[in-house]
């Protein structure tokens, strides 16, 4: 069954000043569960402002903000944090994997803070690593892999506690773009596997990828959004 998974309602974030800017003014947006959707936007027309309420990382000043079921009002800063920790993955332009350790152990420290013991860690790791196609690279350090396989592994990492939702901003944005075509064919194949998964871009032909498409300017969601399929 499909059920939200983030919920946009009314939303306001102003940034104080004088004029105050009103970097979101008044979106509506609901993804549901096994949604691929890109969020596509010239620079100053408000994702990373929207990229912040999404991953439960700042709250919206009017409206209301649901991830995976939770109104963000509700939740203090620890609150947040887990919420981030056990529903949302990340993924960044910018791969920020530990140089000192593994890929294995990079994507075992999503695991970290869950209670689960090392070896069941290590094992979902290797899973999630095979799953983006890095069977074979496990014992890896980043210094010995490609950009596209570093991207990899912080897709494995943000993948391997199953979260409701996968946010990715400009995950291609370090990449070459034969490279970048291939991250995106791979996050088909999680779509296809029933992740749900937002990209934010400010490139219409990555945004061309998902099936949805939701643009934003000057801080509207454009009412129309659209969706092929
Ligand atoms: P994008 O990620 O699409 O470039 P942003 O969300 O960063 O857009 O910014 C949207 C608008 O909000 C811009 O006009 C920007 O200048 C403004 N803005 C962003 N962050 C702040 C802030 N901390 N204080 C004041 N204005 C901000």
Redesign the pocket.
Known sequence: MSRPVLELVDVVRA???SPP?H??DQVNLTVTSGEWVAII????????????LMGALDKPTAGTVRVDGHDLRDLDDAELSALRGSSLGFVFQSFHLLHHLTALENVATALMYRGIPTAERRDRAAEALRRVGLGHRVGHRPSQLSGGESQRVAIARALVGEPALLLADEPTGNLDTRTGEEILTLFDELHDDGATLILIT?DDEIARTAPRRVH?RD?RVTPHAEVLQ
Request: no cysteine; charged share 5%; glycine share 24%.
């Open positions: 940034y104080p000043g800017v970097a979101l936007g010239p620079s100053g027309s408000g994702k990373s402002t929207l990229l912040n400010h934003i801080g």
